[in-house]
């Protein structure tokens, strides 16, 4: 079993901040490209944020300059620091990665069950 378990969302004033966490728990082998993902209300779920395991990041055009995304192979940790929170981010937000699991070849998508951030106004 693999899980993907989030935290760090919440309630934050526009300009404000958080930091996102997601740990990767269970009989892993190796972790390839970790990710963020959000949904927000009445919109389909967008790629946030992506960082390959030599630590080569993407952003979405409209986090770029304010969230940063970074991992710690160590704790199996993926984080998405927000700085800059505008009401627009509000979303369910998505921790996703690609994991091989202890004895097996194959690579697996897993995915997180996701955190809520709300930024008022």
């Known amino acids: 079993q693999v899980q993907l378990v989030e935290s760090g969302g919440g309630l934050v004033q526009a300009g404000g901040s958080l930091r996102l966490s997601c740990v990767a728990s269970?009989?892993?082998?190796?972790?390839?490209?970790m990710a963020w993902y959000r949904r927000a209300p009445g919109k389909q779920r967008e790629l946030v944020a992506f960082?390959?395991?030599?630590?080569?990041?993407t952003y979405a055009d409209s986090v770029k300059g304010r969230f940063t995304i970074s991992r710690d192979n160590a704790k199996n940790t993926v984080y998405l620091q927000m700085n800059s929170l505008k009401p627009e981010d509000t979303a369910v937000y998505y921790c996703n990665a690609d994991i091989k699991r202890v004895g097996s070849l194959i690579v697996a998508s897993y995915w997180g069950q996701g955190t809520q951030v709300t930024v008022s106004s």
């Open positions: 960082i390959t395991s030599g630590g080569t990041t």
């Open positions: 269970g009989s892993i082998s190796s972790i390839n490209a």
